[in-house]
């Protein structure tokens, strides 16, 4: 295998364009199923949303990447959920050249517990000449969360008014979504109300400190208990047995075995792991990621007040390798604790990283991919008495 992963497993080509010409067969669909409304004074918004949906799908399949989108050809778009890409449910906003600064969304697409849409993704109709833009999405996790402060209240003909400025997901990280990642993960509470969504496993690049509050937060303290908390279990964790010294390299290792030879690499320099850690891992490999992080945690009894620690290791997963310029970054509520970047030529081929703070205290991890875009976990908490929620 060589040094470098095949990149169409971390990034998108930054020069794809987001317009798209399209064909005149294309055209003519828009126009024929547009005519198929029976109200006069609905067809021009129905064939924009026809053309959008034909620019959204030949753009779809024009990268390295070919994703399908579903919907029915013999139907008019549907205001709601325009198409499917894998399991995802997408709402296709299209708007002609003039702009507006306000978008209208269904509110079945926000507030459906079984038909809400993953995400919302606004499109630009240039009919004259016939093309077609994809401008930025929306995520149904994010809007959630901002729905209290954006005062989103249903109008009288069924939908909510959004601001433009809400939709800041690039067209790249929608490729990215569609490609690899789960679509539970950016779903949000499946329930309508003002709930805050949970905190997304996968997001765009952001400088402003994470969340330290126990709700919505992944709670290792119970591992010492042999316990893993709901949160930790919904992301795909997987609780490890208690450790053991590794005394050989094995050809085919389990995710602990794997934990426990790279323990032994480290043990010159210093790391060791007390018999009381206790440590789970998660595997990445369902969003296309050839990645495995572990956490371990531990207690130190001697200060007062007494504090934890939290150890992770980032990875590669079985008969893979990190990238080089992959980095693992740990912080607490205000500063960068602890970062590693994997240099080219590593041949140890994992990061790692070292937090120790009061019980009170909560870290996050942050895996930063070459490309930019990053993984970010919720808050890691230490309360072993703690409800498991």
Known sequence: M??????????????????????SEAVTWAV?????????????????????????????????VDLA???DRYQPPDLEIAGRVGNYRLCLV?????????????????????EFAHLYILAEVQEEVNQVTILAGLRRDRLLAQRRTLGLVSQPNGTYRIPIHCFNT??????????????????????????????????????????????DSINVGRWLLNQLDAVADS????????????????????PVEQLEDILRDLRPTGVTIPPNARGAY??????????????????????????????????PAPGEQLPPG???????????LAEQTLAQGNKSGFLYAQAIGTWDEAFTATVELPNGNTLNWPPFVFQPEGADG
Do not use: K
């Not at 060589?2 to 064909?23: G, H, K, M, W, Y």
């Open 2 to 23: 060589s040094d470098a992963l095949d990149p169409i497993n971390f990034e998108f080509d930054p020069l794809r364009s987001t317009t798209v010409t399209l064909p």
């Open 32 to 64: 024929q199923i547009a005519q198929r409304v029976p109200d006069s004074t609905q067809q021009w918004s129905t064939f924009l949303r026809a053309m959008a949906l034909q620019g959204l799908q030949q753009w779809l399949e024009s990268g390295a």
């Open 69 to 71: 989108l579903n919907y």
């Open 94 to 114: 299209a708007q002609g050249s003039l702009s507006e600064e306000v978008i209208t969304i269904p509110t079945a697409t926000l507030d459906d517990a079984s």
């Open 170 to 215: 690039t067209p790249e990280d929608l490729l990215l979504y569609l490609t690899c990642l789960n679509p539970a993960q950016i779903s949000g509470p499946q329930v309508s109300g003002t709930e805050t969504a949970t905190a997304p496993l996968f997001t765009v690049p952001q400088t402003s400190p994470l969340p330290t509050q126990t709700r």
């Open 235 to 254: 992301l795909a964790w997987t609780l490890m047995p208690p450790l053991a010294p590794a005394t050989a390299l094995r050809s085919m290792r389990t």
């Open 282 to 315: 998660t595997d990445l490999q369902t969003m296309g990621l050839p990645f495995r992080l572990y956490a371990l945690t531990w207690t130190l009894v001697e200060p007062h007040p007494p504090e934890w620690t939290l150890f992770l290791f980032l990875g």
């Open 326 to 336: 992959t980095r693992l970054i740990m912080r607490d509520a205000t500063a960068v």
